[in-house]
DNA sequence: ATGGCTGCTTTGAGCAGA
């Protein structure tokens, strides 16, 4: 079972890559973020015939999240899109049963900037929302948390650790809320498999940023405790990112053996 | 320090992203 996220900045600008990007990669679960599509134009027909069903929460735009199941990884099941304690009309986050996994797709916050009320939106959403993953796992033990976090969980995870210093991104409190979550038990699957640093999912559209790999590694997949036997391997696939028009973030995978 | 790309928007210059 591979499982990957892709925070794809427009699925309708993006659609004809995702579907390549599919063909090539054969994943059986894959969760989007930044779709900026409503719910009635998301593309269901052209997915259904790149072989996979769809489950989202969209709005015109900015955000937008979605789950896509291969045919065959089993059926969706109770799909959340707003959680307790969160009156949100941003629509970041989805949660959906896919067979035997429960698969939780997150849009977190940007932030903008230390200091400014996004910020502070930013750290209470993590808060609320590592509260919702708290239950979850009660609940499901196969927990997968995956999509584009906007934090770089350490200086490994910045291609320029002083220049970000503790800017957006890279600051002590967005951090700590991440290690909140993952505390939970909810291992950073790619620091399962690789230390070193120089792995990123994200680059700036600008200064030639991916040619010169100068990016954060902001797109985790997250494991639960009960799953980290089953894991197999973890990669970022820098490949779309080499495409024409390209999404200024690429897909990062994980495979497990279940 | 600024803007640098890209996508989007009651089509345009401005916002948001990271």
């Given at each position: ?160 650790p002083a220049a970000w210093g503790e800017e957006v991104l890279c600051s002590p409190p967005e951090r700590e809320a991440l290690l909140a979550i993952t505390g939970l038990g909810l291992a950073d699957s790619f620091r399962l498999f690789e230390q070193g640093g120089e792995h990123f999912s994200w680059w700036d559209y600008r200064q030639g940023a991916f040619r010169r790999n ?45």
């Amino acid at each position: 079972m591979k499982i990957a996220s892709w925070n794809v900045n427009s699925l309708k600008v993006r659609l004809p890559q995702l579907t390549q990007w599919m063909a090539d990669a054969q994943p059986d679960i894959v969760a989007l973020q930044e779709t900026k599509l409503e719910d009635p134009k998301f593309p269901v027909d052209e997915l259904a015939a790149a072989g996979y069903r769809a489950v989202y929460s969209g709005q015109k735009t900015y955000n937008g999240v979605a789950i896509l199941a291969r045919d065959g990884a089993g059926e969706f099941g109770d799909v959340v899109t707003d959680i307790p304690g969160l009156d949100d009309p941003q629509r970041r986050i989805l949660a959906a049963t896919v067979g035997e996994l429960r698969i939780v797709d997150l849009y977190v916050v940007n932030g903008k900037a230390v200091g400014d009320e996004k910020y502070a939106y930013k750290l209470d959403w993590l808060a609320k929302v590592r509260e919702f993953l708290a239950r979850e796992l009660e609940r499901h033990p196969n927990l997968v948390v995956l999509g584009d976090f906007n934090i770089a969980p350490d200086d490994r995870d910045v291609y320029d650790p002083a220049a970000w210093g503790e800017e957006v991104l890279c600051s002590p409190p967005e951090r700590e809320a991440l290690l909140a979550i993952t505390g939970l038990g909810l291992a950073d699957s790619f620091r399962l498999f690789e230390q070193g640093g120089e792995h990123f999912s994200w680059w700036d559209y600008r200064q030639g940023a991916f040619r010169r790999n100068m990016g954060l590694r902001i797109d985790l997949i997250l494991l639960a405790d009960a799953l980290r036997p089953a894991a197999r391997a973890a990669a970022i696939d820098r490949t779309p990112r080499k495409w024409e028009r390209p999404s200024d973030h690429t897909p990062v995978t994980l495979d497990l053996d279940i």
